[in-house]
T-cell receptor, first 112, second 115 residues
Framework: DSGVTQTPKHLITATGQRVTLRCSPRSGDLSVYWYQQSLDQGLQFLIQYYNGEERAKGNILERFSAQQFPDLHSELNLSSLELGDSALYFC???????????FGPGTRLTVL | AQTVTQSQPEMSVQEAETVTLSCTYDTSESDYYLFWYKQPPSRQMILVIRQEAYKQQNATENRFSVNFQKAAKSFSLKISDSQLGDAAMYFCASGYTGTASKLTFGTGTRLQVTL
């Protein structure tokens, strides 16, 4: 158990819908990262937050957004969902920007 | 920008034997880190080992060790005394210090462990 929690574990929804994925980092970790793992794109970095502020953006679609709250949990919002958004979404956390990233169990999103 | 290449899509090893998984990377950064993560069928990403680029000594964690060749930009993972529980997808990743410390992953190597 990495100490990073993600909910829900599975999510099945329809095209055009909007979903919210939630992540709670390890106790004391200030950085949260979101990654997408799909069959054709592999593991890709989406976005990073550090103590409530956005620090880095990767290949994140405009339809996707994220935020980190004062209690340091983070949410990833995916809207206008398409079939191609079906993937495993991981959250990771680290104590500083140079520390090791520990991953949560992931949320498997299926868009029908 | 960083790139990570794993040229072995699949590897197989017999139980109790040793196997080495290859990884090469490219980076323009001088201060960076390298990692191996394991992803078993449960899909959880589990940290196996970490190497700081400034350290010359190769990292070891029990049966897992790395061969870090900085000049060649090579970072291989050696698994000794392989166990059935080692069967998984293994990802090599690089990250760097600074305000944007995202990880860049390779495409993974699927390791099979046979009896």
């Amino acid at each position: 158990d990495s100490g990073v929690t993600q909910t829900p574990k599975h999510l099945i929804t329809a095209t055009g819908q909007r979903v919210t994925l939630r992540c709670s980092p390890r106790s004391g970790d200030l950085s949260v990262y979101w990654y997408q793992q799909s069959l054709d794109q592999g593991l890709q970095f989406l976005i990073q937050y550090y103590n409530g502020e956005e620090r880095a953006k990767g290949n994140i679609l405009e339809r996707f957004s994220a935020q980190q709250f004062p209690d340091l949990h983070s949410e990833l919002n995916l809207s206008s969902l398409e079939l191609g958004d079906s993937a495993l979404y991981f959250c990771a956390s680290s104590g500083t920007v140079t520390d090791t990233q520990y991953f949560g169990p992931g949320t498997r999103l299926t868009v029908l | 920008a960083q790139t990570v290449t794993q040229s072995q899509p699949e590897m197989s090893v017999q139980e109790a034997e040793t196997v080495t998984l290859s990884c090469t990377y490219d980076t323009s950064e001088s201060d960076y880190y390298l990692f191996w993560y394991k992803q078993p069928p449960s899909r959880q990403m589990i940290l196996v080992i970490r190497q700081e680029a400034y350290k010359q000594q190769n990292a070891t964690e029990n049966r897992f060790s790395v061969n870090f060749q900085k000049a060649a930009k090579s970072f291989s993972l050696k698994i000794s005394d392989s166990q059935l529980g080692d069967a998984a997808m293994y990802f090599c990743a690089s990250g760097y210090t600074g305000t944007a410390s995202k990880l860049t992953f390779g495409t993974g190597t699927r390791l099979q462990v046979t009896l």
